[in-house]
Nanobody, 123 residues
Framework: EVQLQASGGGLVQPGGSLRLSCAAS????????MAWFRQAPGKEREGVAC????????LYADSVKGRFTISRDNAENTVYLQMNNLQPEDTAVYYC????????????????YGRGTQVTVSS
């Protein structure tokens, strides 16, 4: 059974930083791309960042390029999202996800999502 558990969210002031973690289990972690999605109140879920199975390829939404960094530790079956210079528009529930595919993409909804973690950016 695929299990994805995100953590690390919280309340942060504009300009601040947070690091999200996602512990994965139930599948061959290093064989598949992993991604972070987010959903803000009243909006559709959107892809934020994606990383290839071995970590050599990454993809970011334009809105977070230069501020967010996705990484993974295959020995720990964990994917991370370092978020810097957070802004109020980054407020959302953040989800880690896998499509059980090696393809690095944010073009469509994935098959598996974990429980999300709330990120709130406010002064």
């Amino acid at each position: 059974e695929v299990q994805l558990q995100a953590s690390g969210g919280g309340l942060v002031q504009p300009g601040g930083s947070l690091r999200l973690s996602c512990a994965a289990s139930g599948f061959a972690f290093d064989g598949y791309a992993m991604a972070w999605f987010r959903q803000a109140p009243g909006k559709e879920r959107e892809g934020v960042a994606c990383i290839s199975g071995m970590g050599g390829g990454t993809l970011y939404a334009d809105s977070v390029k230069g501020r967010f960094t996705i990484s993974r530790d295959n020995a720990e079956n964990t994917v991370y999202l370092q978020m810097n210079n957070l802004q109020p528009e980054d407020t959302a529930v953040y989800y880690c996800a896998t499509d059980m595919s090696p393809v690095v993409t944010l073009q469509y909804e994935y098959d598996y999502y974990g429980r999300g973690t709330q990120v709130t950016v406010s002064s």
